[in-house]
């Protein structure tokens, strides 16, 4: 009996074909690349010290610049105060030195006189004594001998350290006079060679700030970071800062007859923040002022970094991969928030978490957005294709296209519609990377892969069936597949040859078959449309 092709299923499913190509699925949102520029380094809120550096170069004292940064201030006294500062806790041994002989008395009132050189503390408190090794009660003091400060792994300290057992750990709290702290603070706030007038600005914002916000319910009063201020010690001071410091000896700034919380920070980018701004909380003194002395800052202007959804997704612990992102600026121009589009949702990130989950040096920042979108699909081979993404907040963005990932070549100029959305008709002629480009930054690559265009008939002559292949990929193996209890299953092979063409004898029975061609020379699996023989 002779087997005859099923003319109207053939035109039906050809027709179906070109249907499907006509009308292509809504693509997968791809990877975004969040190009991020900034001005700044800090919260932004009261005085900028590359400001104070610039206005006491133009000239300005240091009580014109604290008047200046921190609005509708006075200058005040301060008595004399010994501070606690934490230097170390959680700490399973320490090791104390000095270069002359020095005392400890421990909770019990027991006395021991230490020798010079360095001593090994862990939480049992074991004291050398000439006796031999004694146990002593917590909290152990350490008193500095004459004119030889005590050295706490290797940082040398001012006033005396007292050392509490928690649990197996040590706490080490420096006890000491807040002129000598502050010796210990201006040094690791501001470079020692910056103008004088800077100096003793800093030494009376780093004198208020530590008296205005000394840390309530512990057993200390400041940290020894940034937390408090960076108090670096007798190691790290310098003699232009401890003069500052000398200088200026109790002056604070004060409002409404209280010293004031005076926050610096390293610069502006223009313009400091308002506390409002920044933390929420109107503080009368804590105003947004303009900064044009910042301009000496290598931090004035920064960028662009480039970071990437995933890492965004990582740093800020975010269960959903991250599409988009965008921020409202305050009046200063540092972000609040920034919201993120995620495909679980949207999730807002308040800007000091942003900051520092992403390693930021402020809020004052703008955000481009790169992303192209996934096509669910190959492309078959001379059809068209609309790429689309997202360009937002970058100049001339561009199109480009390489076929290796290493050499690109621009298709063409993107025109951002509302949103930051982009578009371009593409006709790729074989598998090929797409990126959108900008100076400086391009988003992630988009593989497009093309497919070659295969069709599959019946020939008038029995026991075999033929195609074609374009482009023609001459020598490419093409397998011929029957529909099998549901599954397909290869029943004949045949070559492409140079015009394109294929042909394949076989046991030709009826059923549904299909020409299939694995991926090969820069090109997807291509696979024909279903072929119904009947008998």
Same mark, same amino acid.
């Given at each position: 009996?002779?087997?005859?092709?099923?003319?109207?299923?053939?035109?039906?499913?050809?027709?179906?074909?070109?249907?499907?190509?006509?009308?292509?699925?809504?693509?997968?949102?791809?990877?975004?690349?969040? /190009?991020?520029?900034?001005?700044?380094?800090?919260? #932004?809120?009261?005085?900028?010290?590359?400001?104070?550096?610039?206005?006491?170069?133009?000239?300005?004292?240091?009580?014109?610049?604290?008047?200046?940064?921190?609005?509708?201030?006075?200058?005040?006294?301060?008595?004399?105060?010994? /501070?606690?500062?934490?230097?170390?806790?959680?700490?399973?041994?320490?090791?104390?030195?000095?270069?002359?002989?020095?005392? %400890?008395?421990?909770?019990?009132?027991?006395?021991?006189?230490?020798? %010079?050189?360095?001593?090994?503390?862990?939480?049992?408190?074991?004291?050398?004594?000439?006796?031999?090794?004694?146990?002593?009660?917590?909290?152990? *003091?350490?008193?500095?001998?004459?004119?030889?400060?005590?050295?706490?792994?290797?940082?040398?300290?001012? &006033?005396?350290?007292?050392?509490?057992?928690?649990?197996?750990?040590?706490?080490?709290?420096?006890?000491?006079?807040?002129?000598?702290?502050?010796?210990?603070?201006?040094?690791?706030?501001?470079?020692?060679?910056?103008?004088?007038?800077?100096?003793?600005?800093? =030494? /009376? =914002?780093?004198?208020?700030?530590?008296?205005?916000?000394? /840390?309530?319910?512990? %057993?200390?009063?400041?940290?020894?970071?940034?937390?408090?201020?960076?108090?670096?010690?007798?190691?790290?001071?310098?003699?232009?800062?401890?003069?500052?410091?000398?200088?200026?000896?109790?002056?604070?700034?004060?409002?409404?007859?209280?010293?004031?919380?005076?926050?610096?920070?390293?610069?502006?980018?223009?313009?400091?923040? !308002?506390?409002?701004?920044?933390?929420?909380?109107?503080?009368?003194?804590?105003?947004?002022?303009?900064?044009?002395?910042?301009?000496? !800052?290598?931090?004035?202007?920064?960028?662009?970094?480039?970071?990437?959804?995933?890492? *965004?997704?990582?740093?800020?612990?975010?269960?959903?991969?991250?599409?988009?992102?965008?921020?409202?600026?305050?009046?200063?121009?540092?972000?609040?928030?920034?919201?993120?589009?995620?495909?679980?949702?949207?999730?807002?990130?308040?800007?000091?978490?942003?900051?520092?989950?992403?390693?930021?040096?402020?809020?004052?920042?703008?955000?481009?957005?790169?992303?192209?979108?996934?096509?669910?699909?190959?492309?078959?081979?001379? !059809?068209?294709?609309?790429?689309?993404?997202?360009?937002?907040?970058?100049?001339?963005?561009?199109?480009? =296209?390489?076929?290796?990932?290493?050499?690109?070549?621009?298709?063409?100029?993107?025109?951002?519609?509302?949103?930051?959305?982009?578009?371009?008709?593409?006709?790729? #002629?074989?598998?090929?990377?797409?990126?959108?480009?900008?100076?400086?930054?391009?988003?992630?690559?988009?593989?497009?892969?093309?497919?070659?265009?295969?069709?599959?008939?019946?020939?008038?002559?029995?026991?075999?069936?033929?195609?074609?292949?374009?482009?023609?990929?001459?020598?490419?193996?093409?397998?011929?597949?029957?529909?099998?209890?549901?599954?397909?299953?290869?029943?004949?092979?045949?070559?492409?040859?140079?015009?394109?063409?294929?042909?394949?004898?076989?046991?030709?029975?009826?059923?549904?078959?299909?020409?299939?061609?694995?991926?090969?020379? &820069?090109?997807?699996?291509? *696979?024909?449309?279903?072929?119904?023989?009947?008998?």
């Amino acid at each position: 009996m002779r087997l005859s092709f099923a003319l109207s299923a053939l035109v039906a499913l050809a027709a179906a074909t070109a249907s499907a190509q006509s009308v292509q699925p809504a693509p997968v949102p791809g990877e975004a690349v969040f /190009v991020v520029s900034g001005r700044g380094y800090g919260h #932004g809120v009261g005085m900028s010290q590359y400001g104070a550096f610039g206005m006491a170069n133009e000239g300005y004292t240091y009580d014109e610049i604290l008047a200046y940064y921190y609005t509708g201030t006075k200058l005040g006294r301060a008595a004399a105060k010994e /501070v606690r500062v934490l230097l170390a806790e959680g700490r399973r041994a320490v090791t104390i030195s000095s270069t002359v002989p020095y005392t %400890a008395v421990d909770a019990a009132g027991t006395t021991y006189r230490l020798p %010079a050189g360095p001593l090994e503390l862990r939480a049992n408190l074991s004291v050398p004594t000439a006796e031999g090794l004694a146990q002593a009660v917590s909290p152990l *003091v350490l008193r500095p001998g004459k004119g030889a400060p005590l050295s706490l792994d290797g940082r040398l300290y001012r &006033g005396r350290l007292q050392l509490t057992v928690q649990s197996a750990f040590l706490q080490v709290v420096d006890f000491v006079e807040v002129e000598a702290y502050l010796q210990g603070v201006v040094a690791g706030e501001m470079p020692y060679r910056w103008p004088m007038e800077a100096l003793q600005a800093q =030494a /009376v =914002a780093a004198r208020s700030y530590a008296l205005a916000n000394l /840390v309530q319910g512990k %057993a200390f009063d400041l940290y020894a970071d940034q937390r408090s201020q960076v108090y670096v010690g007798v190691t790290g001071e310098q003699t232009r800062t401890s003069d500052a410091v000398r200088a200026t000896a109790g002056e604070i700034v004060t409002y409404g007859g209280r010293v004031a919380s005076t926050l610096y920070f390293s610069s502006s980018g223009g313009k400091t923040a !308002s506390a409002a701004d920044v933390f929420g909380v109107a503080i009368p003194y804590l105003l947004s002022r303009p900064d044009p002395w910042d301009t000496a !800052s290598p931090y004035h202007r920064w960028g662009p970094v480039l970071i990437g959804a995933r890492t *965004v997704q990582a740093k800020l612990g975010l269960e959903a991969r991250v599409l988009d992102a965008a921020g409202v600026p305050t009046p200063s121009g540092r972000l609040r928030a920034l919201t993120l589009q995620t495909t679980g949702g949207s999730e807002t990130v308040p800007s000091g978490l942003l900051r520092t989950g992403l390693g930021l040096r402020s809020t004052w920042i703008t955000i481009g957005v790169l992303r192209l979108d996934r096509p669910r699909g190959p492309v078959v081979f001379g !059809s068209s294709l609309r790429v689309s993404g997202v360009a937002r907040g970058l100049a001339s963005p561009l199109l480009s =296209a390489s076929l290796d990932g290493s050499t690109w070549t621009p298709v063409g100029e993107l025109q951002p519609q509302t949103g930051g959305s982009v578009s371009l008709q593409v006709k790729p #002629g074989r598998t090929t990377r797409y990126r959108i480009e900008v100076e400086g930054a391009a988003s992630p690559a988009l593989l497009v892969r093309v497919a070659p265009r295969v069709r599959l008939t019946q020939p008038a002559e029995p026991r075999v069936l033929s195609g074609t292949v374009r482009p023609r990929l001459a020598g490419a193996f093409v397998t011929i597949e029957r529909q099998e209890s549901g599954a397909w299953a290869a029943v004949a092979e045949a070559v492409v040859d140079d015009s394109g063409a294929f042909r394949a004898e076989l046991d030709l029975v009826p059923g549904s078959y299909r020409a299939r061609i694995a991926p090969t020379d &820069g090109f997807a699996e291509g *696979v024909t449309a279903v072929l119904a023989v009947t008998g």
